[in-house]
Nanobody
Framework: QVQLVESGGGLVQPGGSLRLSCAASGFTFDPNAIAWFRQAPGKEREGVSCINRSDGSTYYADSVSGRFTISRDNAKKTIYLQMDSLKPEDTAVYYC?????????????????????WGQGTQVTVSS
């Protein structure tokens, strides 16, 4: 049974940092693409960042580029999202998603329909 379990969310002040983790299990083959999405109340789910197992290349949405860093530890089957210089507009539920075959393009975008497996989400609130 495929499982993606996020952790690390919480309440942080503007300008602060958080590190999200996503632990993957149950995959027959390690998925190539693992991404972070977020969804704020009343808004569509947005692709934030993505990383490819095949070559380690990454994608970042313009709204987080330079502030967020995605990484993966293949041995631990865990993906991380380091979030620095957080802003109130970063407040959302953050979801981890994986797909065996998808390849994230640095100059493209990631869409929810491209990913077949999802975690349950973790809340990130940026507020003073």
């Amino acid at each position: 049974q495929v499982q993606l379990v996020e952790s690390g969310g919480g309440l942080v002040q503007p300008g602060g940092s958080l590190r999200l983790s996503c632990a993957a299990s149950g995959f027959t083959f390690d998925p190539n693409a693992i991404a972070w999405f977020r969804q704020a109340p009343g808004k569509e789910r947005e692709g934030v960042s993505c990383i490819n197992r095949s070559d380690g290349s990454t994608y970042y949405a313009d709204s987080v580029s330079g502030r967020f860093t995605i990484s993966r530890d293949n041995a631990k089957k865990t993906i991380y999202l380091q979030m620095d210089s957080l802003k109130p507009e970063d407040t959302a539920v953050y979801y981890c998603a994986a797909d065996a075959d998808y390849y994230c393009s640095a100059d493209g975008s990631v869409l929810p329909g491209d990913f077949g497996s999802w975690g349950q989400g973790t809340q990130v609130t940026v507020s003073s």
